[in-house]
DNA sequence: GTGAAAGCGCTAACAT
DNA sequence: ATGTTAGCGCTTTCAC
């Protein structure tokens, strides 16, 4: 492999000179860096990472630590990956992969200098790793965001506002009896934040709409779903509205309905929130709220970059959701719903 | 951060020693060992990765190259990519993310020395970056068999043999008349030798069974199965066996069927090649042929090891498909089936 | 069994 | 605008 020495003697300059022109950071005369361009690209020059960051204490390197418990929702975390890795991309970054079940993984990374910033993904309310968070040595990002943020920089999708969203289309369109089929019990057992600030958005907005809402958790699989459609019959009949927080139970819920005799949207109306691909291979279409993996994996690394970059202090940033499509959002059916009867004494 | 210096010191013996009683590359005596290790231990001390990549030439990281397009199989993906950081680790190497659309991303580790090894996966038939990585300098191990292997070293499922195990299972109940629910229109196109490999393995065993075997792509996605069951029944009536190599479509097939009053296993027999956990969200059990990720990406990592060991010469491993659950075969139907025929005349 | 010291290839003062 | 050079922290000869 060439080194910077067998470029600085093709161009006929110093060692100096090439790094210089090669990270732009003082001015070189035109000619001179054409002279470095062309040896380098001549003899096909790269720098030494290894050396490059003994001397200058940066790696280039962002360390990712993705979950791989059974149960997870590899597509979001997928999502997620992509985005941290083509955001870091944009930055000359790399992106180091680590496994969350290396408890040492970060400390090690940090402590060698492999990694000049650390992402963390899937922080749970009272997540354990939160102290090894804090005592890092390099900045961290952390996706999710734990009960105590103090000290700590954090991104997620605003699960509340998603819950609020969610409510609202359903109540605009008259729905007065709503349902979130929610988290299974070990993620509330867990204190999932989503999942509590889910079933807080959902509690807030149905308040204020004047609706009634029913919370109950779902097993993930489809059995899961038939269930928690049960349940919700039972527990709150003449029930028009769904929300399903709860993607592996979405089939499960579809199929509930459907041995029902309940159409959507025609009897009950439903939002989900969920991945667009789970979504799409549903044999119905499903209005969906999507957790935007991509983006908030990008603003991952733009908050590392600005941590690295000296300013910018620790915050946590909540993005935005949407809603996509109103495919499986209708009015509630006229006859037999208490919404029906409330709207004919309004009338 | 405290350096080798700082041990030594601390430690009362030379830097040479330190590292070498960390390395044990040389023979250290147990009271100095002891004394190292426990300096080691108050300092916190973690070598610099750059200064002994540097110092070493060996980054001890492998690269690997994770596809994102859309309609990836994400499940599939997250295995391998957890076999490969799982098995990198208990090898001391950690893991480097690059992205396929990162055209440059593997000539830039591996001239930069960021990493010793590359890992690449979901190599095509005809994969066109076959010949860049024919030529980089430093060893590949490809997951997915190209159709020329000369100098590459490759892992992947035996889908041949996955092919002629789901038909001898469905033969051997009884079935005459099969068919492979195989991959999309767009996947055969571009030769994905998964596809093919599949295709080859069923033909031959429905050959040498003496079974009619008709092969039909579906789309991806619920409408994809669903049609994908009325061609079959369409071109083969009586079909009673099943084959599908389309995660995607299965939710539809079995809908497909369903919709036709066909029940699974009483009248249609079903074999998935399919991740578990989709199988796990579908309304009634199905007969799995696992893609095991996880060994397979372990496996990946073995043949970098032993390239990076110097000895081992490329070569192609195809791991061996095992069949998990019998839930969703039987014999077919006595009635309308030639089989049951067959049976017959036989008897 | 241990130590001294020569690099590894680069960056970033400190020159001019 | 360019050159000289002292490290960065480690591994690994070579020497004892």
Redesign the interface.
């Known amino acids: 492999?060439a080194t910077i020495d067998d470029v600085a003697r093709a161009a006929g300059v110093s060692v100096s000179t090439v790094s210089y022109a090669l990270s732009g950071k003082r001015p070189i005369s035109a000619a001179t860096r054409a002279r470095v361009e062309r040896a380098v690209r001549e003899l096909?020059y790269?720098?030494?990472?290894?050396?490059?960051?003994?001397a200058s204490s940066r790696?280039d390197?962002i360390a990712?630590v993705?979950p791989?418990r059974p149960g997870i929702n590899?597509?979001i975390?997928?999502q997620f990956?992509?985005g941290v890795?083509?955001a870091a991309?944009e930055h000359d970054h790399?992106?180091?992969?680590?496994?969350q079940d290396?408890p040492t993984?970060m400390?090690?990374?940090a402590?060698?200098?492999?990694a000049d910033a650390i992402v963390v993904m899937d922080i749970g309310s009272d997540d354990p790793r939160l102290p090894a968070l804090r005592a890092l040595?390099v900045p961290c990002v952390l996706i999710g965001v734990p009960d105590d943020t103090t000290g700590l920089a954090c991104v997620d999708l605003d699960f509340g506002a998603a819950g609020r969203l969610a409510v609202r289309e359903l109540a605009r369109r008259g729905h007065r009896r709503i349902a979130l089929v929610g988290a299974s019990q070990e993620e509330i057992a867990q204190h999932a934040n989503y999942a509590l600030r889910m079933r807080d958005g959902v509690r807030a907005q149905a308040g204020a709409e004047g609706v009634d809402a029913l919370l109950v958790p779902a097993a993930p699989?489809?059995a899961g779903g038939v269930d928690a459609v049960d349940k919700v019959l039972a527990q709150q009949p003449g029930t028009t509205g769904l929300v399903v927080h709860n993607e592996?139970a979405l089939?499960?819920v579809l199929?509930g309905l459907e041995r029902r005799g309940l159409r959507v949207p025609e009897d009950v109306s439903l939002v989900a929130v969920s991945p667009v691909d789970i979504a799409?291979?549903?044999?119905v279409p499903v209005s969906t709220i999507e957790v935007p993996g991509m983006r908030i994996g990008r603003t991952a690394v733009e908050m590392v970059m600005a941590r690295l970059g000296g300013d910018a202090v620790p915050e946590t940033r909540l993005v935005t959701p949407a809603l996509l499509g109103d495919e499986s959002l209708a009015a509630p059916p006229v006859t037999v719903t208490r919404a029906a009867a409330d709207d004919r004494v309004g009338a």
């Open positions: 492999m096909d790269h720098a030494h990472a290894g050396a490059r960051a003994l790696s390197v990712l993705v791989f590899v597509q975390i997928m990956v992509g890795v083509t991309r790399d992106v180091l992969l680590l496994t290396d993984g400390a090690r990374v402590g060698s200098s492999t040595t699989g489809f592996a089939g499960g199929a799409a291979a549903l044999p």
